[in-house]
């Protein structure tokens, strides 16, 4: 568990603190007695570099936690690219700068699991992130977050600007966008299967074949995983997985959701829509080492289980979110 003693009065600064991840990273902090501040967009456009160290002058923190990011899942990164692309380099470029000119102690990065080499055997360490090149189905995505740990690690050297650099796996949980446009799997599953379930449909629609692999987090475990990280891990040249190190095919994941939803139609697999990367999963060997034991606690049944009835009861709010 985070220690209520690091965290009591400390100023943190969460970008994207209104977001799925930043929002339950928020409400954590706050149970930890920490004084956050989240940048609204309506007050600061973090593609500005001037709003941005506008921000942090204004909201001087001990801790900057860079959260934001325009992303989704493998729909949205075929329809969207150009802007996913532009967004998150020059936001996070644009964040690490300002943090160096107003001097933030610390700055925590989100990165992600689509940094990786798509096209690796095997779990991915942090050793590897140069390995290859990223999946073409998240390249967008995955290189601006990259570009990040690149810049985290030039301005220590010139400026001794103090970050760390999170690689995150797929996340889920209350909150995530249900949106079908942008929505990765699990949130457009359960969208899926609930609505069929109301509707009492024949069928569902999954795309792809099933095969690929993939490593879901509960977000509430993500975000207590960063901030023991944020607490315990200070290494400046590899960054640090944080997930659950646990590999299931969407074919898994679908016949979970199909039972936990309680549809009792079939399911039809649209072979026309992208696989994505073969498999996605993170070596977290690292992690339970610096976390000293530290695993994400919910199970995957109990995380999609809580998450559907969270789903349910807040149907409208959640289908209206993009
Ligand atoms: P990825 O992890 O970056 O590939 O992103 P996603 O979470 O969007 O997709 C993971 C896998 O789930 C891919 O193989 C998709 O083809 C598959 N999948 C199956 N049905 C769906 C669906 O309805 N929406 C999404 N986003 N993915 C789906």
Redesign the pocket.
């Known amino acids: 568990m985070a220690t209520q003693a690091i965290w009591s009065g400390r100023r943190v600064t969460v970008t994207g603190g209104s977001g799925f991840l930043g929002g339950h990273l928020v409400k954590r902090l706050h149970t930890l007695g920490a004084k956050v501040f989240v940048p609204r967009s309506a007050s600061y456009n973090l593609v500005r570099l001037e709003d941005c160290l506008r921000c942090l002058l204004e909201h001087p923190c001990d801790l900057l936690i860079h959260a934001a990011a325009f992303y ?4 949205i ?1 075929q329809t969207h690219p150009g802007s996913i692309y532009y967004t998150n380099l020059v936001m996070g470029a644009n964040i690490m700068e300002a943090a160096r000119l107003a001097k933030v102690s610390k700055v925590v990065n989100i990165g992600t699991a ?1 940094s990786y080499p798509g096209y690796l055997e095997g779990e991915l360490k942090e050793e590897d992130l140069w390995a290859g090149p990223c ?1 073409a ?2 390249v967008n995505y995955g290189l601006t977050k990259k570009m990040l740990a690149v810049q985290g690690l030039a301005y220590r050297k010139q400026y001794g600007l103090d970050s760390i650099h999170l690689i995150l796996t ?1 996340l889920y949980g209350p909150g995530d966008s249900y949106n ?1 446009e942008r ?4 949130a ?2 359960i969208r ?1 299967f609930v609505e069929a379930e109301m509707h009492k449909a024949d069928s569902v ?6 095969q ?1 692999i ?1 490593e879901f987090i509960e977000v509430g475990d993500c975000a207590e995983g960063i901030l023991l990280a944020a607490e315990r891990y200070d290494d400046p040249e590899l960054p640090l997985n944080i997930g659950t190190g646990v590999g299931t095919s ?1 074919r898994q ?2 016949e979970l959701i199909h039972e936990l939803s309680g549809f009792k139609g079939r399911v039809v697999w649209n072979a026309d ?5 073969a498999k ?1 999963v993170l070596d977290i060997t690292r992690m339970t080492h610096v976390l000293d034991g530290w695993t994400p606690p919910t199970s995957l049944r109990e995380g999609l289980a809580r998450t559907i009835a969270w789903y349910r009861a807040h149907k409208a709010q959640a289908d209206a979110k993009w």
Do not use: F, M, Q, Y
Not at 72 to 75: K, L, R, T
Not at 183 to 186: D, E, F, G, I, P
Not at 273 to 277: F, H, I, L, T
């Open positions: 989704g899942g493998i729909g990164n689509c999946h189905s998240v797929n079908p929505s990765h799997v699990v457009a599953l899926k629609e999954v795309w792809g074949t099933g690929p993939r969407i994941l679908t829509k992208p696989d994505g990367a996605k």
